[in-house]
């Protein structure tokens, strides 16, 4: 059996084989769009890992040969000091899990890779953030961990001094390295390929973990898929002012309407929007400073909508002021903005009604009438940030995922953290409502949240969180674990009590989603929306058997 696939326009195989983050690098590559280089091991070589407990024979040879065809295609040299090759080791599972399984980046910057790929730039500082971005990585995907130094910021090094940021970067690396040492018993090898082996097995690893366990069994996936892993040159975001890393839908993921949104970070790498540790900018601060890279991004939009006929996802990174798309899937929106975005694909004749009618389920129809908190001039407002996910949740607040789990089990609880990661799952998923003191609406806790159709407010700047002491600083007033409060997923804001909440009355899209509904089952008699919605789902299912 072959365990690994070129990533090309050529490959025909399924998500089950090759996951669905691969197969969007293939569509990629048909569209025409840029892509970094790069090759997937399939589930298949996952599941027999899984089952066996080291990595698949022959797995070690393809992995060989695989690198040995991105050192041709680049023209650089894998772990080497001349033109050193850096990769990113990723996961893919057949089924959309944000965030759930382990990433390493700027993996086979060996020691003597870092000190020829600061001689190829000149910019040693770069060189070492890079390295200290591939160590952080890599220890977390090996032990498991949280790696809370992350990684420098290309440009404030620069700006204290590039002998200062050196001192930094390597007194940052050495921390890592014995973190490693104490907890493995062993340094993080020095060796490229076997860096390589290793972070396989902790991707592949990383599918059994709790978090990854947690949600699928929150969202009903399979445990027996597995995952693939995609392998592919990196592409530096944090390489210069000229270089940066987004997020972007085609259409607002909150409201549905038809304008590009999302978030950019100059001078960063991707981990960084997601992990919520630095403050994005709006993704339109791109046509400001990048206005070549902003009108790539929007073509590249429009042809991706184009061929899934919905709305979509990117992730990409730009080097230099050059654009590459990472990874690509449909928009997967929910409540009202579903909503919307299936009917003005109907009004512009992209899809039929019947299918706009299909792309809404009676879940998402729930969540169209937005709950907002009454009468908010009149709240005790504790902290303000940026609305992630519309709604209202009112709960306890609970400073760490542990405590969320505990206290949920007697009321409700808002989880507050400084920022969310995959560890903090368990804590997501018996939270009634999230809210982070940094990140932007891409950020993990904006993203789960909106796959969880959970209220969150996200970068509540103005927040302290004191895990240690369990207690949220904001505008001087310090409240501690157990205190009530409310959280509008819409407005961004953070109240004090419990407030009353009204729902949005229901807009003209859907009266007109509800009239096609009862015009497709041919009943018309007054009932739930959601029993209309699934009158009309069981009739174009009878129609179609």
């Known amino acids: 059996m072959r365990w690994i696939r070129a990533i090309s326009a050529e490959v025909e195989e399924t998500a089950e084989t090759l996951g669905g983050k691969a197969l969007g690098l293939v569509l990629l590559h048909r569209l025409g769009l840029p892509v970094p280089a790069g090759f997937v091991i399939t589930a298949d070589a996952c599941r027999a890992f899984l089952r066996e407990g080291h990595l698949p024979d022959g797995l070690g040879d393809e992995l060989t040969t695989a690198i040995a065809g991105l050192e041709r295609s680049t023209g650089r040299a894998f772990g080497r000091p001349r033109r050193p090759l850096a990769v990113s080791v990723r996961s893919g599972a057949g089924v959309s899990m944000p965030g759930m399984m382990s990433t390493v980046l700027n993996l086979g910057l060996t020691t003597e890779a870092t000190e020829g790929l600061a001689a190829e730039t000149g910019d040693r500082p770069f060189a070492l953030d890079s390295r200290l971005r591939f160590l952080s990585s890599f220890a977390s995907a090996v032990t498991n961990a949280v790696m809370n130094e992350g990684a420098g910021d290309v440009g404030a090094a620069h700006g204290g001094g590039a002998k200062d940021a050196e001192a930094r970067l390597t007194d940052a690396m050495k921390a890592v390295e014995d973190f490693v040492r104490e907890r493995c018993g062993q340094p993080i090898p020095d060796d490229a390929t076997r860096q390589l082996a290793l972070a396989v097995e902790a991707v592949f690893s990383s599918w059994d973990t709790p978090r990854a366990h947690t949600y699928r069994a929150l969202h009903d996936i399979p445990h027996d898929l597995g995952t693939a892993v995609i392998v592919q040159r990196m592409v530096f975001g944090n390489r210069d002012d000229r270089s940066g890393t987004g997020v972007a839908f085609s259409r607002d993921p909150n409201t549905g309407e038809n304008t590009p949104f999302g978030d950019v970070l100059f001078g960063h790498q991707g981990e960084d929007v997601v992990s919520g540790r630095s403050m994005p900018r709006p993704l339109r601060a791109l046509a400001e400073r990048e206005p070549a890279v902003w009108a790539e991004l929007l073509d590249a939009l429009r042809r991706i909508e184009g061929h899934y006929r919905d709305a979509c996802y990117v992730e990409f990174t730009f080097q230099a002021g050059e654009l590459w798309i990472l990874q690509v899937r449909p928009g997967r929106f929910v409540g009202g903005a579903a909503v919307r975005v299936a009917i003005e694909l109907a009004d512009e004749r992209v899809i039929e009604r019947h299918e706009a009618l299909l792309r809404?389920?009676?879940?998402?129809?729930?969540?169209?009438?937005?709950?907002?908190?009454?009468?908010?001039?009149?709240?005790?407002v504790f902290a303000r940030g940026l609305g992630a996910c519309p709604g209202v949740a009112v709960g306890r607040v609970a400073t760490t995922s542990d405590r969320a789990v505990r206290m949920a089990e007697g009321a409700p609880v808002i989880l507050v953290r400084p920022e969310t990661s995959?560890?903090?799952?368990?804590?997501?998923?018996?939270?009634?409502?999230?809210?982070?003191?940094?990140?932007?609406?891409?950020?993990?806790?904006?993203?789960?949240?909106?796959?969880?159709?959970?209220?969150?407010?996200?970068?509540?700047?103005?927040?302290?969180?004191?895990?240690?002491?369990?207690?949220?600083?904001?505008?001087?007033?310090?409240?501690?674990?157990?205190?009530?409060?409310?959280?509008?997923?819409?407005?961004?804001?953070?109240?004090?009590?419990?407030?009353?909440?009204?729902?949005?009355?229901?807009?003209?899209?859907?009266?007109?989603?509800?009239?096609?509904?009862?015009?497709?089952?041919?009943?018309?008699?007054?009932?739930?929306?959601?029993?209309?919605?699934?009158?009309?789902?069981?009739?174009?299912?009878?129609?179609?058997?």
């Not at 809404?360 to 005790?380: C, G, H, N, W």
């Open 360 to 380: 809404v389920s009676p879940i998402q129809l729930r969540q169209v009438r937005t709950p907002r908190m009454a009468s908010p001039e009149e709240a005790d």
């Open 422 to 545: 995959p560890h903090d799952m368990h804590g997501l998923a018996a939270a009634a409502g999230i809210v982070t003191a940094r990140g932007g609406p891409a950020s993990h806790a904006a993203v789960v949240a909106r796959s969880m159709g959970k209220p969150a407010v996200v970068g509540a700047a103005d927040l302290i969180v004191d895990v240690g002491n369990g207690t949220v600083t904001a505008g001087g007033r310090t409240l501690g674990d157990g205190t009530l409060v409310t959280i509008d997923g819409t407005s961004g804001e953070v109240a004090l009590g419990s407030h009353r909440v009204i729902t949005n009355a229901a807009d003209e899209r859907l009266h007109r989603l509800l009239e096609w509904a009862d015009a497709t089952s041919g009943d018309h008699s007054e009932r739930d929306e959601s029993q209309r919605l699934e009158a009309a789902h069981a009739a174009l299912r009878s129609s179609r058997a």
